[in-house]
Nanobody
Framework: QMQLVESGGGLVQAGGSLRLTCAASGRTVSSYAMGWFRQAPGKEREKVAAISSSGRFTYYADSVKGRFTISRDNAKNTVYLQMNSLKPEDTAIYYC??????????????WGQGTQVTVSP
């Protein structure tokens, strides 16, 4: 079982930036597609970004395209989410997730505890 720990969340003003980090242990991430998801109060969890095991392919939700960038460092067993031009509607708990094999939005079965991101107007 893979353990995932997110960090880097916090409070930022609209237009600001944050970088989230997901540190994995228990398995090497090099065979896993990785993703970031978020859940705002009163809303369902939604996809944000995902990256293939090699890092060659990425997916983004339309709401974050051009503002967020997902990346990974397999040597460090770590995945990142760089978030720029943040908006109040980006406020949510952000979760890191992993799935063995090919990149897809479904099938993520290892999840972190989440990190809170709050964007003030």
């Amino acid at each position: 079982q893979m353990q995932l720990v997110e960090s880097g969340g916090g409070l930022v003003q609209a237009g600001g930036s944050l970088r989230l980090t997901c540190a994995a242990s228990g398995r090497t991430v090099s065979s896993y597609a990785m993703g970031w998801f978020r859940q705002a109060p009163g809303k369902e969890r939604e996809k944000v970004a995902a990256i293939s095991s090699s890092g060659r392919f990425t997916y983004y939700a339309d709401s974050v395209k051009g503002r967020f960038t997902i990346s990974r460092d397999n040597a460090k067993n770590t995945v990142y989410l760089q978030m720029n031009s943040l908006k109040p509607e980006d406020t949510a708990i952000y979760y890191c997730a992993a799935k063995f094999g090919v990149l897809a939005w479904d099938g993520f079965d290892s999840w972190g505890q989440g990190t809170q991101v709050t964007v003030s107007p």
